[in-house]
């Protein structure tokens, strides 16, 4: 069975913190995403990667950066959390040749205080 | 840009009712239409697509039809059950699919009770 897995479902950090986001897919997919998700806004794109060491920005970046040294993680960085960072956080990814595919992770729910 | 707007929710049903949440879209060109479901506690998972116009997608007894004429791609079943109950997204991708980005509507709250 395909599977995408987030390090963490809840999260509270500080305003100021630095935070790591992890994802792993096990489907060997070249593209991987990261979205938030708030209630009336649906789903917003904040970072895309096509392949290892390649990065592309979404519609939200500002605030954000990503990292993707091997192909199975991507990793999301909040480089210094701040309290409208609070939302939940969902990783994806598809293969190339059908990218609207995209499989899911369960969510990272981030508090910042 | 492109942009996919969907019926505001709550939705809630009884089991067996006729459900239709209504999706329509602005693109440029051709786009590909999706319907996506989140479970509780779940990520979302692709429930059905169309990748051309009047193309009709279905999955799990849910059909939506690809209605160019009226940018439309309307999700509906016939008979819902308890376990329907999530949130519901419309989706569009440019290109006819082979391009990487999806625009989601905000997602439906579907609530089906006994």
């Known amino acids: 069975d395909v599977k995408v897995t987030q390090s963490s479902r809840y999260l509270v950090k500080r305003t100021g913190e630095k935070v790591f986001l992890e994802c792993v897919q096990d489907?060997?997919?070249?593209?991987m995403f990261w979205y938030r998700q708030d209630p009336g806004l649906g789903l917003r794109l904040i970072y895309f990667?096509?392949?290892?060491?390649?990065?592309e920005k979404g519609d939200i970046p500002e605030g954000y950066s990503v990292s993707r040294e091997k192909k199975e993680r991507f990793s999301l960085i909040l480089e210094s959390a701040s309290t409208n960072q609070t939302s939940m956080y969902l990783c994806?990814?598809?293969?190339?040749?059908?990218?609207?595919?995209?499989?899911f992770g369960p969510g990272t729910r981030l508090t910042v205080t | 840009g492109d942009s996919v707007t969907q019926m505001e929710g709550p939705v809630t049903l009884s089991e067996e009712a006729f459900l239709t949440i209504n999706c329509t879209y602005t693109?440029?060109?051709?786009?590909?239409l999706f319907w996506y479901v989140q479970y509780p506690g779940e990520g979302l998972q692709l429930l059905l697509k169309?990748?051309?116009?009047?193309d009709k997608g279905s999955n799990k007894g849910f059909e939506a039809t690809y209605r160019k004429e009226t940018t439309s791609f309307h999700l509906e079943k016939g008979s819902v059950q308890v376990s329907d109950s999530a949130v519901y997204f419309c989706?569009?991708?440019?290109?006819?699919?082979?391009?990487?980005?999806?625009?989601f509507g905000k997602g439906t709250l579907l609530t089906v009770n006994p």
């Open positions: 994806a990814s598809s293969t190339p040749g059908r990218a609207y595919e995209q499989y």
């Open positions: 489907m060997d997919h070249e593209n």
């Open positions: 990667s096509y392949d290892v060491k390649m990065k």
């Open positions: 693109a440029t060109g051709y786009p590909s």
């Open positions: 169309a990748t051309k116009a009047d």
């Open positions: 989706a569009l991708s440019a290109s006819g699919g082979s391009n990487y980005k999806l625009t």
